[in-house]
């Protein structure tokens, strides 16, 4: 199991930022649904989004209030969850189907591997599929359709990783840690994801079968 700088001890709220902050994720998901209500509804796609971004903020409070393996699972199923949903998602907006299934699998399949790797960085290497897709999507939509949205979540993507790296020695000046910002930031990359999702389907590409 992780340990966060701000856990000194046993109880619910040993982790009050950590836990609290994950209320971004709700926010997130209200402010999304109401952007999706203005570009004619959310589409079961986003809609499913939509229910993993609260679970996210749920499961993760539920791992900074209880700190067990089962609290892990439920902090780790959503996020990988809608990483996936997201990318098959949106790739499927411009792809055909089978690119877009290969290039999912492939994603996930990466993603599974960084889990693997050595707990450098306080573990953070395991968003760095995630960090380089949004980057690669993001790059390509300013450059292409000067949609700026997912550029922005990757930066606040990176810069979340950088806090949630630094936890551990953050205790030595802030006994609360900066993990509490790496959820703040990330409930600004769930929300502009699923806002240039949103945004896609409403003028989407014609992608083939």
């Known amino acids: 199991m992780p340990s966060y700088c701000e856990r000194g001890g046993p109880g619910l709220l040993a982790e009050p930022f950590n836990t609290f902050s994950n209320l971004a994720f709700v926010i997130a998901a209200l402010a999304a649904w109401v952007f999706a209500r203005r570009h004619g509804g959310p589409s079961a796609g986003v809609a499913v989004l939509l229910g993993l971004a609260v679970a996210i ?3 993760s409070a539920l791992l900074h209030m209880f700190a ?10 959503p996020i990988v969850g809608f990483q996936i949903v997201f990318l098959g998602l949106y790739l499927r907006t411009e792809l055909p189907l089978a690119r877009t299934l290969g290039l999912t699998a492939l994603f996930s399949m990466a993603t599974l591997a960084a889990g693997w790797l050595p707990a450098v960085l306080n573990g953070s290497l395991f968003y760095l599929p995630a960090l380089l897709i949004v980057g690669a999507l993001g790059i390509h939509a300013w450059c292409r359709d000067g949609q700026r949205g997912l550029f922005i979540a990757s930066g606040l993507l990176l810069a979340g990783l950088v806090f949630r790296t630094l936890d551990p020695w953050a205790c030595a000046s802030f006994p609360h840690g900066s993990h509490f910002l790496w ?4 409930g600004g990359v769930v929300y502009l994801s699923m806002a240039a999702l949103i945004t896609k389907k409403a003028a989407p590409v014609r992608a083939p079968l």
Do not use: E, K, Q
């Not at 067990?68 to 199923?77: E, G």
């Not at 959820?183 to 990330?186: E, P, S, V």
């Open 68 to 77: 067990t393996p089962w609290a892990r699972v439920s902090d780790l199923v």
């Open 183 to 186: 959820h703040l930031l990330n």
């Open 57 to 59: 903020g749920v499961g």
